[in-house]
């Protein structure tokens, strides 16, 4: 399969460069097996979940992950921290290949090697400085600054294991007054959590689809989860994942395609229990599947997501589900009735 093949044209004025008023009002396009469409409100979704479906999402946290400091030459540089080595250690992005003081705030400094690793001397907790002072990783077709209400919109209600540095988008659109309107219909709510990378978002370089390579993300899983979802899927009933990110991880785990961790990363990511350790309630690991059509799906039935960019990864899961004709006329139809693309844009239900 070729890149090119899942190209599309998009208007620049349809990417959303902030969330609706209302989490619940932003629109939902409905995609049935037979390639009809709906056009709806996110709030209508509660009239696609039947009794005994579960609806499983991301409770993943992103925290505020890009800081800006001063450089001892005077100018100004922005870093993204991407992934923590040890403490106070992180390897980072940012332009140029600086190496030396980067001063974030009076108690807070950073010496850069390259660009590339940041060794923070902080003279507090150093995430409490960094939710103080840091930034949300808004992605760069956003143009526009980040400011606090993202702090809060950025993120899923449901938010809980910090270690994200993107959101589970799909999720940003639920509520808590919907999600218990979902749970009193009978719809079991069950959470895992994978921690977003860049990996998710790296732009693919190869000209064939096949060529690709995903990084590893970290995830864990209740094993009850586990069985809970294969009696919900012997009943005839739905596994509804809400998001990519929710569906790599359970796809990854379910399809063998993931490494044991018995031992999480250091903070901000998720641990559990005394030392650290997950003990045997849980599944933990890393996961670099990644799903493109002729994938054979062993855990969803339907997906709940946004609309993504062109050429990218998740537009490749959601074509795996739903075949890319159809997916296809489904985005040419949002286009021609101006939904709003991408993190901060509206929703599609694959049934």
């Known amino acids: 399969m070729k890149v090119t093949d899942f190209d599309f044209s998009l208007p620049k004025d349809l990417i959303a460069l902030s969330p609706v008023k209302e989490r619940d009002r ?28 579960m609806l499983l999402m991301n ?59 940041a060794y923070f001397q902080c003279s507090g907790n150093l995430m409490n400085t960094i939710w103080k002072y840091g930034n949300m990783p808004l992605p760069p077709y956003i143009r526009r600054l980040p400011d606090e209400s993202d702090k809060e919109r950025y993120q899923t209600v449901y938010a809980k294991q910090e270690g994200s540095i993107a959101a589970p988008t799909a999720g940003l659109h639920f509520t808590e007054g919907l999600l218990k309107e979902i749970k009193a219909k009978g719809v079991t709510i069950r959470e ?69 961790n018995t031992n ?21 690991g890393t996961t670099d599947i990644f799903i493109y059509p002729g994938y054979q799906f062993r855990a969803i039935d339907s997906l709940i997501t946004n609309f993504h960019l062109p050429k990218s990864t998740p537009l490749m899961l959601t074509s795996a589900l739903c075949g890319w004709e159809k997916l296809k006329n489904a985005y040419e139809e949002a286009i021609a009735r101006r939904y709003r693309f991408f993190s901060y844009g509206d929703a599609m239900l694959f049934l």
């Open 26 to 53: 932003s629109r939902l396009l409905v995609l049935h097996k037979d390639g009809m469409l709906e056009h709806k409100r996110f709030s209508d979704i509660t009239a696609y979940l039947t009794p005994g479906d």
């Open 59 to 117: 409770n993943t946290k992103v925290f505020p992950a890009r800081l800006t400091g001063l450089k001892q030459t005077g100018g100004k540089l922005d870093i993204l921290l991407v992934r923590e080595r040890g403490d106070n250690v992180w390897d980072v992005l940012s332009r140029g290949n600086y190496t030396g003081i980067l001063k974030i705030t009076e108690n807070l400094e950073a010496a850069l090697h390259n660009g590339k690793i």
């Open 192 to 260: 895992l959590t994978l921690h977003i990378g860049i990996g998710t978002f790296k732009p693919i370089l190869t000209s064939n689809v096949e060529a690709h390579c995903m990084d590893k993300e970290y995830f864990e899983i209740d094993k009850k989860l586990i069985s809970e979802m294969k009696e919900t899927k012997a009943s005839g009933k739905r596994v509804v994942t809400v998001g990519t990110t929710t569906t790599r991880a359970i796809e990854g785990y379910m399809s063998g395609r993931y490494t044991n």
């Open 264 to 284: 999480p990363p250091s903070p901000p990511l998720l641990k559990r229990g005394k030392g650290g350790l997950l003990g045997s309630k849980f599944i933990s």
